[in-house]
């Protein structure tokens, strides 16, 4: 599957969730996620290709993703399957000689809108982002101007890119 999506730094997420409620977005999650990055010898990474474990509330997904170049809009071809347990799944992992490198937790609350997800996503010592994916970047574009937000501001970056953002500032 292909996910298309862009983050908007510093957004007020009281604001945005009022914003979302009043186009008629739907709440699907809220509560903490916590997602595992793998590689062996940074071999995947060289290839383009992150291996994440994340738990997200009681559910727990292993997924690869395969980023293409983009200079607006995040572009990976992701592909996910559900694992029944967050630390079996680690194991097996570290048993294939991947090792852990990165490990992000934050809170999320999550909105769905027809095809598109919003994710407002909060990790401690850092501004709350907005993250929007959509199957379009066109649709992308539209929600973005509906909740008020600037295409111009829009950061094609993973979670890792704004934790080194922020660190750098």
Same mark, same amino acid.
């Given at each position: 599957?292909? +996910? ?6 510093? $957004? #007020? ?9 009043? @186009? ?9 996620? =916590?997602?595992? &990055? /793998?590689?062996? *010898?940074?071999? @995947? ?13 009681? !559910?727990?997904? @292993? ?6 170049? #983009?200079?607006? =809009? ?6 996910? =399957?559900?694992? #029944?347990? /967050? ?12 090792? !852990? ?11 769905? %809108?027809?095809? =598109?997800?919003?994710? $407002?996503? !909060? ?7 907005? +993250? ?6 066109? %649709? $992308?574009?539209? +929600?973005? *101007? ?13 979670? !890792?890119?704004? $934790? +080194? &953002?922020?660190?750098?500032?």
């Amino acid at each position: 599957m292909q +996910e298309k999506e862009v983050k908007f730094l510093e $957004i #007020n997420p009281s604001d945005m969730i009022e914003k979302l409620e009043k @186009l008629g977005a739907q709440k699907t999650f809220e509560g903490e996620i =916590v997602a595992a &990055y /793998f590689d062996r *010898q940074r071999k @995947l990474a060289k290839r383009g290709i992150t291996l994440r474990l994340r738990k997200k509330g009681e !559910q727990v997904e @292993l997924a690869s993703k395969e980023r293409s170049k #983009n200079k607006h =809009v995040k572009i990976c071809e992701e592909d996910e =399957v559900t694992v #029944n347990d /967050f630390e079996t799944m680690k194991k097996i992992l570290e048993k294939l000689d991947l090792t !852990q490198y990165r490990k992000i937790t934050k809170h999320r609350i999550s909105y769905l %809108l027809d095809s =598109v997800h919003f994710e $407002i996503d !909060q990790i401690p010592t850092l501004p709350p982002f907005l +993250e929007i994916e959509a199957p379009t970047i066109a %649709l $992308i574009r539209n +929600e973005a *101007q509906k909740l008020g937000l600037r295409m111009k501001d829009a950061k094609a970056w993973s979670t !890792q890119d704004v $934790i +080194e &953002y922020y660190t750098k500032k």
